[in-house]
């Protein structure tokens, strides 16, 4: 599930199978949990087997890509270098990426076919050290001084748009199916920062995709056909914007050419479903709940309504179409209370969890809360919870998918 929000960073997860008991799922299943245990080992758990075998020792951060080839660092401060290791070939040594010895780097993002690896690389400053942590899915550092980096498989490029800026201080990327990458760059943790603006580089060049620097951009993700949905302030309030991916103008994308999703609806969020649709969220006064709405975006149409049953405050439906999420946070400690719900209304599970993501085969690896900490590493199957491991502010991924979180007390 690709989840796009105005004003809140992209939420990436990956696709929800249309199943809601284990023995349904299709016996090809071959996503992969990928976690670095509190002994700082890069382990690789099978869900359906639910046996797991060590990868690398001594991992910081990781990606793990959909071919199976691993982007890290090092836990050893001495050793900032970006390495990548292909458990294929496990004699021969992980290969060293790095641009810049003097700098710090963390992995980002694989390309779908695992041709590029998005990382950034950022400097150390004595009189104010960086710290890295995960949020919303995605590496950030507090440095100020950071720059993207894709890397081919031989050679790595800075895609950084030379546009005079202030320095990034984060990033929010997502590959295309044909190998381009969107990406926003953040200026800055304030509302007196530069705004956030969203860029995209198509294996040459770097361009400004929304062209509107004054303003504020949010998240920015690809369907299959290579269209790209994202949220801008091109008026006056911000909004969800769908661009085709191919009309440009003076060698920028076409701002005329950009299509406002449902603005008739005021969608708070929306999501790219298999087959090409639009899946926004809007509130009923009638029903005093959310909505989910299919929207035709080629003859802005609304195809398809589901009620929403789960009285939380933000509901998405997951890609497959056949699940519906409604989260909102908890109060005392950095966490939300989460309902997962059929299109018919049944709400299938309800959990209190510190971050979660879905798998590209229908399961869900969440982290639940122990004594006020969120710390146990869990799965859902669509019938089943069991824990995987108990692990404390360690990166956790599917392989099928981008996004990483972490089990921690916030």
């Not at 963390?106 to 150390?124: C, I, N, T």
């Amino acid at each position: 599930m690709k989840k796009l929000l105005f004003g809140i960073t992209l939420i990436l997860s990956a696709f929800l199978s249309s199943v809601s008991a284990q023995d349904e799922l299709p016996a090809d299943r071959t996503d992969m949990l990928a976690y670095v245990s509190n002994e700082n080992r890069l382990m690789l758990y099978d869900p359906r087997e639910r046996t797991e075998t060590t990868v690398l020792e001594n991992v910081s951060t990781f990606k793990l890509g959909q071919d199976g080839r691993v982007a890290f660092t090092k836990l050893d401060e001495n050793d900032t270098d970006l390495y990548v290791f292909d458990p294929a070939t496990p004699d021969l040594a992980p290969i060293n990426i790095s641009q810049n010895p003097a700098a710090n780097h963390y992995p980002v993002a694989w390309s779908p076919d695992g041709h590029y690896l998005a990382y950034v690389s950022f400097r150390e400053s004595s009189d104010n050290p960086p710290y890295l942590w995960i949020y919303q899915g995605r590496y950030l550092a507090s440095s100020d001084d950071q720059a993207l980096y894709v890397w081919d498989g031989e050679k790595a490029a800075n895609v950084m748009p030379n546009n005079g800026l202030d320095r990034a201080s984060g990033f929010f990327v997502d590959w295309s199916y044909d190998g381009r990458l969107a990406f926003r760059a953040e200026y800055g943790w304030s509302d007196s920062d530069t705004p956030p603006e969203i860029y995209l580089w198509d294996g040459k060049t770097t361009t400004n995709l929304s062209q509107n620097p004054e303003r504020h951009d949010g998240g920015v993700v690809w369907n299959k056909a290579g269209q790209l949905m994202f949220s801008s302030q091109q008026g006056e309030e911000g909004s969800i914007y769908i661009w085709d991916g191919v009309s440009f103008q003076d060698g920028l994308p076409d701002i005329n050419s950009f299509i406002r999703v449902a603005p008739e609806l005021e969608p708070t969020d929306a999501t790219w479903t298999e087959d090409g649709f639009i899946s926004i969220t809007t509130y009923s006064d009638s029903s005093d709940r959310n909505e989910i709405i299919l929207w035709d975006w080629k003859n802005k149409a609304i195809v398809k309504q589901f009620p929403v049953s789960s009285d939380k405050a933000y509901s998405w439906l997951a890609e497959g179409g056949q699940f519906i999420l409604s989260s909102h946070l908890a109060s005392g400690i950095p966490s939300v209370y989460l309902d997962v719900e059929s299109i018919e209304g049944e709400i299938l599970l309800s959990v209190h969890t510190g971050e979660y993501a879905w798998s590209a085969d229908g399961y869900l690896a969440y982290c639940g809360i122990e004594e006020r900490m969120s710390r146990i590493l869990s799965i859902w199957d669509g019938g089943e919870n069991w824990i995987v491991t108990r692990v404390s502010y360690q990166p956790v991924q599917w392989q099928n998918g981008q996004d990483t979180f972490s089990c921690n007390n916030g």
